[in-house]
């Protein structure tokens, strides 16, 4: 079974500061997708960005990006230029590419709590 | 386009009671997953529907149990509710696009707050 693990349950940062988040996870297949999601106070999970593993390149979605180490199986994700609208709850996620038997079910980590100073 | 709605936002509940929460696929979404999502944690799967067939079920026992009907949306059953029940069920659709391969992202309702007393 796959596991997420993000080893940061609280961060801070400075508006307009630089942020790092941090997500490893653990599988055996070779095909999957990982994810960031954002969780705000009003509960709604939103997509931030995603990342196919088969992909070298590192994904990016505006002041978003993600360091994909994929021999390390490490999916961090960097916010340029924090807002305070960047304040949520982060969630990373996997799921498989193959999603016959198991459905195309996500795997989640705990979470991290980002909160923007001014 | 629509987005992911779930009914209701939230609801209270006693122990042993039976509830029904639901969901409304994004325009164009044939799948839907649900998860329970507990105080501080992350989401757990608990199902997925496809073509009105469940596809794919998470670590839950069978008093969790689900329906999607023909327009796409979807109920979550949940029957003999216990306090451990409590937490945000969240609903997320998808589109699966048969042998042409399924679209990975996921996108989610606003959820469902249950209190089971």
């Known amino acids: 079974a796959q596991t997420v693990t993000q080893s940061q349950p609280e961060m801070s940062v400075q508006e307009a500061e630089t942020v790092t988040l941090s997500c490893t996870y653990d599988t055996s297949e070779s095909d999957y997708y990982l994810f960031w999601y954002k969780q705000p106070p009003s509960r709604q999970m939103i997509l931030v960005i995603r990342q196919e593993a088969y992909k070298q390149q590192n994904a990016t979605e505006n002041r978003f990006s993600v360091n994909f180490q994929k021999a390390a199986k490490s999916f961090s994700l960097k916010i340029s230029d924090s807002q305070l609208g960047d304040a949520a709850m982060y969630f990373c996620?996997?799921?498989?590419?193959?999603?016959?038997?198991?459905?195309?079910?996500?795997?989640f980590g705990e979470g991290t709590q980002l909160t923007v100073n001014p | 386009e629509t987005g992911v709605t779930q009914s209701p936002t939230h609801l209270i509940k006693t122990r042993g009671q039976q509830v029904t929460l639901r969901c409304s696929s994004q325009s164009g979404h044939n799948t839907v997953s649900w998860y329970q999502q507990a105080l501080g944690q992350g989401p757990q799967f608990i199902f997925q529907y496809y073509r009105e067939e469940e596809n794919g079920r998470g670590n839950f026992p069978p008093r969790f149990s689900g329906l999607q009907f023909p327009n796409y949306s979807s109920e979550l059953n949940v029957n003999a509710l216990e306090l451990d029940d409590s937490a945000l069920y969240l609903c997320?659709?998808?589109?699966?696009?048969?042998?042409?391969?399924?679209?990975?992202?996921?996108?989610f309702g606003p959820g469902t707050r249950l209190l089971v007393l």
């Open positions: 997320a659709s998808s589109l699966d696009l048969g042998l042409a391969g399924v679209e990975e992202t996921q996108y």
């Open positions: 996620a996997y799921r498989s590419a193959g999603g016959e038997t198991s459905g195309s079910r996500l795997t």
